[in-house]
């Protein structure tokens, strides 16, 4: 097996675990968690820092983020249908949420970070993230920089596909809800839709 193909499939397995976890752990509740509650991903190895570039060509550190909370998410602005629905569920929770809890909402950064650098451009994932709340914050780099990062969010993706307009690529959809130090909370539930989405942040952010 190829180097390459060997860290995709370790990847792979690692985002899997985490999966597995959220689903043996985790219930989206519609209240706080209660005192005792630890938060579903509490031990899993999820995260870590990363240097990228914003949509003005300003290079953003992970701990630039510290003491807030962090929703984060990979995917690509080329994306036909996976990634926009996802963020416009994400843009659509973080809505609701600032009508009622805007004091929440100003603590919670959103980011999308490409995985495909060589298209998604500081420009373009700008306009991209921006396109679902003005909240949420674009992140791109160079390809070892996204790797990075990819690999310390055991976030999987590989080019797919060629299409007329160039090429798919298939990656994890996973949602993260990271806390204030960095750490792992929870998944957040983005196939269930924004009020899904709402009340599992609401369970977690204090």
Partial sequence: MKRGAMTNT???LRAMTVALALCTLSACGKGGAGADERP???DAAVGGPFTLIDKNGKT?????FDGRYRIVYFGYTFC???CPTDMNVIGQALAK???KHPELTARIVPLFITVDPARDTPQVVGQFAAAFSPRVIGLTGTKDEIDKAAKEFAVY???GASTPGGYLI???RTVYLMGTKGEPIAILPADQGPDAVAAEILKWVK
């Fill in 170 to 172: 298939n990656h994890s």
């Fill in 10 to 12: 370790r990847t792979l």
């Fill in 80 to 82: 036909p249908d996976a």
């Fill in 157 to 159: 993706y590989e080019k």
């Fill in 60 to 64: 953003v550190h992970w701990s630039d």
């Fill in 97 to 99: 949420l600032d009508k």
């Fill in 40 to 42: 579903p991903l509490a």
